[in-house]
């Protein structure tokens, strides 16, 4: 094969691609290997170009005995870290070794969601659990005898025992909206129903926080094609955190807005703003409200029950329905949670 057949051939390849030659030179380096590793890397020494111990190693073995290895390759596009698989054969009838970068950023991205995902859940039962160790304990000690000691530990026990459930049951919701998510729902649901249903079972939280609930929602129906449970879900949990953490404010708004073509959307939609006057969030931690376990305040929530995958929730469910969530916050300011979702004619619209 003739150099300029080399080179047309890696270059068709898809991957990150070079060659190296008998006196371990690079050549043949395709488009995207020239940006991966620097567009003068052509005729350079190997060593000098790729650095990285692991994968001179495997080349090295590669040019000595001919069997196919593998290596990582660790590096940066600018924006954020990457990660490479990259395969090396010998091609005996050249006398080269053949380079392949395979991409594996996005699975390694993966691997470390899940690491940090058991850590969050390990951290999150590790306390509760301890906790009430420590009271079993000392129920079985000092506290044998002592009445009014013993209900106060029961009570405390039972708020423990009350977290870790529904931390557990947040994990499970978590699992089914995930497992969901790729699965458009397919029932005609009236939205502002269910925004009631919502408001009429916390109303008697809100009740408790001395907080007004406030609802513009128009006159009904507005049809959405969606999972009714799953929808009460977002704004029982949005109207909750609304009441728990922007309370203080002392009144918690639910305003609902159509529009036949929202910009976000591009077609027929409906917003739903969830206001709070409380105290509001610092922009810093905006971006993150929704992961899992991301608190603004881990104290207050944590004393407030809450689990830190209420939000991670929502933004699954609204993404199943192809919607958009927007947060606006400033300090002082309270909160303004927006649920975007698309909006069908109703049933004799559709019907003629």
């Not at 005609?188 to 129903?193: P, S, T």
């Not at 009631?196 to 406030?214: H, M, N, S, Y």
């Not at 881990?298 to 933004?315: C, E, F, N």
């Not at 958009?324 to 300090?331: D, G």
Request: proline share 6%; glycine share 8%.
């Amino acid at each position: 094969m003739t150099p300029a057949a080399l080179s047309d051939l890696i270059a068709a390849m898809p991957l990150a691609a070079l060659a190296i030659d008998g006196a371990e030179r690079i050549v043949a380096p395709n488009r995207q290997a020239r940006r991966l590793l620097g567009q003068a890397i052509e005729g350079r020494h190997f060593v000098t170009m790729l650095r990285q111990p692991a994968l001179i190693d495997a080349i090295e073995g590669v040019l000595r005995d001919g069997t196919r290895r593998e290596a990582p390759y660790l590096g940066n596009d600018g924006a954020q870290d990457t990660a490479f698989r990259v395969t090396c054969r010998a091609v005996p009838q050249m006398r080269l070794v053949l380079v392949c970068f395979s991409d594996i950023t996005r699975e390694e991205q993966a691997g470390q969601m899940r690491r940090d995902f058991v850590a969050n859940v390990s951290h999150e039962l590790r306390t509760p659990l301890t906790a009430l160790m420590g009271f079993i304990e000392t129920l079985r000690g000092p506290a044998r005898n002592d009445a009014a000691a013993r209900d106060r530990f029961l009570d405390i026990m039972e708020g423990e025992a009350g977290r870790m459930n529904r931390l557990v049951g947040d994990l499970l919701s978590l699992s089914r909206v995930e497992d969901d998510e790729r699965v458009r729902p397919r029932t005609r649901i009236d939205l502002i129903e269910t925004l009631t249903a919502v408001l009429r079972t916390l109303a008697p939280l809100a009740q408790e926080a001395k907080v007004t609930l406030d609802a513009d929602l128009g006159t009904p129906p507005v049809w959405m094609t969606g999972d009714a449970d799953q929808v009460m879900q977002v704004f029982t949990n949005l109207i909750e955190n609304a009441i728990k953490y922007g309370g203080s404010g002392g009144r918690v708004t639910l305003d609902l807005v159509r529009t036949d073509r929202d910009p976000a959307l591009r077609a027929p939609g409906v917003r739903v703003h969830v206001i709070d006057y409380g105290p509001g969030i610092d922009a810093v931690h905006l971006p993150r409200l929704t992961e899992r376990f991301y608190r603004a305040d881990s104290h207050r929530s944590r004393a407030l029950g809450g689990t830190g995958l209420g939000l991670a929730i929502v933004k699954h469910i609204v993404n199943r329905h192809r919607g958009r969530l927007h947060v606006q916050s400033e300090p002082g300011q309270g909160a303004r949670f927006t649920v975007v979702l698309p909006t069908d004619p109703g049933p004799d619209q559709t019907a003629s």
